[in-house]
């Protein structure tokens, strides 16, 4: 980082910063401003003795009436307030001047800090409006569900009827059971713990080969498959994502869409598991989240 460069994010940062900074150099100040004045203590104390004794003086020729004139004693007065302010600015000028300065800093950090959280306010405001006019629109056009659906993520509902005909209706966030083994969503193992899985790399592979032309056939006949369709057909595991999760026969403009097993030639773990170099291979479907909500659309 440049010198420029780091002198720019030091100012940033004291930017952002400078209501608590504002703040801790008043308290700095006003705490090196007392402690000035208190040194002055004895000297202030000597001038207080000084200025006494001339006012005395002062007192004293007005009992004896030793003032030439009136002009003269206006003059001497005058001349002691002078001497008094410039010699208590002399011992607590320094010490004061610091203790303002400290505290104008303190109600400078002050406004600045209703500023920002004037600012802050405002904000939070226009999200809140924002918010609650994305909210309605979305209750209006699609429900509540998917307004939760939106903050909670994707859910599967199910809804059970009891003997007694009280229906109970639970909903589950869905959750992507590949996420804490670091996988992608929508991914499995084809190996030794699939009941279809061989010890024969070339039965996996045929395997493989067959049933996607199966599952292909049985997506143009069946017109859409969810991923749990899929994976019951390889034999993996069914996952709760699965029965929302799929694939259509045809997209938005027509056009015939094809299951992929995500081994393509350029993959070279594939052609390992092709060539029987390798007898287990990464299963990633080429399927979509939330097949229902676009199946729903056409019925409304």
């Excluded at 309605?136 to 809804?159: C, I, S």
């Excluded at 499995?188 to 032309?213: G, M, S, T, V």
């Excluded at 997506?219 to 259509?248: C, H, M, Q, Y």
């Excluded at 403009?253 to 052609?271: E, T, V």
Aim: net charge negative; charged share 25%; hydrophobic share 40%.
């Amino acid at each position: 980082m440049g010198f420029k460069s780091a002198l720019k994010t030091i100012a940033a940062v004291a930017y952002r910063n400078r209501a608590k900074i504002e703040t801790a150099v008043g308290i700095t100040l006003v705490t090196v401003g007392t402690g000035i004045v208190i040194s002055k203590a004895r000297e202030a104390t000597e001038l207080a003795d000084e200025l006494y004794m001339k006012h005395k003086d002062i007192l004293l020729k007005d009992a004896n009436e030793d003032w030439a004139s009136p002009k003269e004693r206006s003059k001497a007065k005058r001349d002691l307030v002078l001497y008094a302010s410039k010699e208590y600015t002399k011992t607590y000028g320094p010490g004061l001047a610091l203790e303002l300065g400290g505290l104008a800093l303190i109600a400078i950090s002050d406004i600045t800090m209703n500023k920002e959280l004037s600012a802050a306010s405002a904000v939070i405001a226009t999200y809140a409006t924002t918010l609650n006019n994305i909210r309605d629109r979305v209750v209006a056009d699609q429900g509540e569900e998917k307004w939760q659906e939106y903050l909670l993520g994707p859910q599967f509902t199910t809804v059970d009827v009891l003997p007694d005909g009280t229906v109970i209706q639970t909903t589950e966030p869905l959750e992507n059971p590949n996420a804490s083994a670091g996988l992608p969503p929508h991914c499995f193992f084809f190996d030794e713990a699939n009941p279809n899985w061989e010890k024969d790399p070339y039965q996996n592979r045929d395997f493989l080969e067959n049933h996607l032309r199966w599952l292909n056939e049985r997506l143009k006949a069946e017109g859409f498959l969810f991923e749990n369709d899929i994976r019951r057909d390889l034999g993996a595991p069914l996952v709760k994502s699965g029965w929302t999760s799929g694939i259509f026969a045809e997209d938005k403009d027509g056009n015939r869409n094809y299951i992929s097993f995500g081994l393509d030639a350029k993959n070279q773990a594939a052609q390992n598991f092709r060539d029987g170099i390798e007898p287990t291979i990464l299963i990633q479907l080429n399927v979509e989240d939330n097949l229902i909500d676009q199946l729903r659309l056409p019925l409304i």
